[in-house]
């Protein structure tokens, strides 16, 4: 017998109901929202979404009714850029860049990446496997379903091929969805960068990337997409176009950090290499953003990152939307420059910072964030047919939550039609006579 | 028969002992952190801190016991500057800031601090209250203990007084402590701008402030500061000083809005003053800065304003550091221009934005603002005699609470001596057979 789950009379049944492909200018803003609205779920998938007076007679008697008055209903978040296995937290760095030093110089000092690196590789899977265990549940705690996850603090064969197993196993045996991407271009090890103690120059390591990593995950299909650090101080663009066009020739989507600190000419490859996203943007110009629209690449911005390394230059946002790219927003959830979760604030970041609407902000989070992954037919909306992946968020407005920032609306979220959490009980107080 | 709780084994208990007065220069980086500390509590007190393995033999065998293994615990933050008694959220106009309104051009078109004012005057007192609730929730559950509070909303006698009274029941009726602020020259009311309807000249409406509203607030008890927004477009510095001298007089402390969207002379003011605090400060100069310390007044940040309302200028934390003014840092709590209820938030804005470390943000933000409210003798420490207002947080590095952004690490939050929140369980996820 099937299961059915019926959520009724949300405030906002934010459907984004839409065109079947990414959203782009006026689609962004146009969020096919119901009022009173209701959601059927049968098994994994929604059955029906529409106003909750033709939707409540549909649904079996013994359905689990879940009633949203005064909440609003939204597709789970799709987290499109994330970095979520390794070993150690950097809050050090953290203290060291607000003493003055940039995310570069603490790099040359030993900090950085490559200090991940360094102890993400002494880490066992089952290790990484019960570190990774809290951010998945912070992520499914605000709301997000699906997120793509990175390997690159491995940077040995095996060390990339244990990361990315760890990401299947987090897939299989959590609630979170997790699309994987091979990272093994995150940076030029130590043992690479012409240290006396060094076995290979960073050519080598590259042949590496190219002749053994990649054809290993490609063989044992542990990743959907292959990705490159590309920017001047780790991977220049001939570099990026060897590595990427060969994970192409294996099969492997391509989605990789351009132009992140300095323009660098990685919008234009991306466009080059029809790649599905390119990711960062920041300093992308306008020649860049028409390179993305020509060869429809969709733009995955990460304000997380430059928020928390205290800059103030974000991505050409508003430049983008105008131009009619599909934007995509992402926390870039990583222990250096982007230590959140968190999409909500995300989205927080993206209106107050960027200038995108919340209503854009929302297009980018969900359904435009599903189509960047493959996803798009199955994900990130709230229509019949589609996965039950829904939030029930504790606002009577969607707007409230970038608006209202810093603190977690998601009430209820719901993978694959199953609750997931539940925080409608709220925190627990004790009463004073306990403490007596 | 006297009830004992003892916080033992915590990773860092970071009391923040130190001199008894606001903290300077390098004392804010110095936070009293005990490794394997100990906190005891009787009744609302703290009795003894320090190494668990000499706090732990002084408890009482009946002593209720909390293992804080792997945590951080503080003093609960106090959030020197909230304005939380209104009605009605702004994310309308949260939005049209995305749109590239300035927030002075939303307040020329009606919106702003009046549209709040015009809500909040057709609410009774019970209506006030009942929707200040979730905020003082909000902020309870973020580890807040302690708030300054304003009125401001309401711009007649009895609205004011109405704002005021909804502050002393929050404050008598929940968990949280409220320090009741009186804001009656927020802005100018509609009644008093020169239009067709109007009752009265702007100077009308100051002398209101001045010869009636400020008397019944001081006779009544209702506030223990005054406040005023002195700013170009709104109060000023020469109305400011007549508001606050009055308030002065009649023995209300002085904490108001200086050069927050220019650098008006709102500093030096405060210093001719001798004010408690200013507040604000993005536009402050050296010339100001050296006016604060010269008559010792307290600078409150609020980066959480710039950082909403999609502004890169932030008050000038690090000069104010190192002119050794003792800094706080508060939420700015309000409809409009900084909806967050999140000290955390705060923290994070301050290390990313402002290059204050983690340690001074923390100084900033528990005995920096007690001292503020003229409240450091009882807030603001884990001290011997102090209250018992503790949090603690799911963290093993002090460091990691503005690191880790976006997200709320507090999971016991004790106020007097009593656990007011307990997140400890997690929120609560259903298993599948309760859906089939």
Redesign the interface.
């Known amino acids: 017998?099937s299961?059915e789950?019926l959520i009724a009379h949300a405030k906002q049944l934010v459907t984004l109901a839409g065109p079947a492909r990414p959203r782009t200018g006026e689609e962004m803003r146009t969020l096919g929202i119901i009022e009173d609205g209701a959601a059927l779920v049968r098994d994994v998938e929604i059955i029906a979404s529409g106003p909750t007076s033709e939707i409540e007679p549909m649904a079996d008697a013994r359905a689990?009714r879940i009633d949203a008055r005064n909440k609003v209903v939204m597709p789970g978040f799709v987290d499109a850029h994330t970095h979520p296995v390794f070993t150690g937290?950097?809050?050090?760095e953290?203290?060291m860049?607000?003493?003055?030093l940039t995310y570069q110089e603490i790099a040359q000092r030993g900090g950085g990446i490559l200090s991940t690196v360094r102890k993400t590789r002494r880490a066992t899977e089952e290790e990484l496997f019960e570190m990774a265990l809290p951010r998945v549940?912070?992520m499914l705690?605000?709301g997000t379903t699906t997120i793509e996850a990175k390997s690159g603090y491995g940077l040995t064969v095996e060390d990339e091929l244990k990361i990315l197993r760890v990401i299947r196993r987090l897939d299989r045996e959590t609630p979170l969805e997790l699309v994987p991407t091979f990272l093994g271009a995150h940076e030029i090890p130590d043992e690479y960068r012409g240290s006396p103690r060094s076995i290979g120059s960073r050519e080598d390591y590259i042949k590496l990337v190219i002749e053994e990593m990649l054809p290993r995950v490609a063989s044992e299909r542990l990743a959907e997409y292959a990705d490159i650090f590309c920017e001047s101080h780790v991977f220049t663009v001939e570099e990026a176009r060897s590595v990427l066009e060969r994970a192409k020739s294996l099969g492997l989507g391509i989605r990789f950090h351009a132009d992140q600190l300095s323009c660098g000419g990685g919008a234009h490859l991306a466009a080059e290499l029809e790649a599905s996203t390119a990711d960062h943007l920041e300093w992308t110009d306008e020649e860049g953003i028409e390179s993305l629209r020509r060869a429809a690449v969709m733009p995955v911005l990460l304000p997380?990152a430059v928020?928390?390394?205290?800059l103030?230059r974000y991505a050409p946002a508003r430049a983008m939307i105008e131009a009619g790219l599909a934007v995509v927003l992402a926390t870039d959830f990583n222990p250096g420059s982007s230590?959140?979760?968190?999409m909500?604030?995300?989205l927080?970041i993206a209106?107050?910072?960027m200038?995108?609407?919340?209503a854009e902000a929302v297009t980018a989070a969900t359904i435009n964030a599903a189509y960047s992954l493959n996803r798009g037919a199955r994900l990130g909306s709230l229509e019949a047919g589609k996965q039950a992946d829904i939030v029930i968020f504790d606002a009577a407005?969607y707007?409230?939550i970038?608006?209202?920032?810093?603190?977690?609306h998601a009430s209820v979220v719901i993978k694959s039609?199953?609750?997931?959490?539940?925080?409608r009980?709220?925190?627990?107080?004790?009463t004073?006579s306990?403490?007596?």
């Open positions: 017998m299961a789950l689990l937290t950097r809050e050090d953290y203290e860049r607000s003493a003055g549940r912070w705690e605000h997380g928020f928390n390394l205290g103030t230590p959140t979760p968190s909500q604030m995300i927080s209106c107050a910072q200038r995108m609407t919340p407005d707007r409230q970038p608006y209202l920032f810093g603190i977690n039609g199953r609750i997931v959490v539940d925080r009980a709220g925190p627990h107080s004790v004073e306990q403490i007596q």
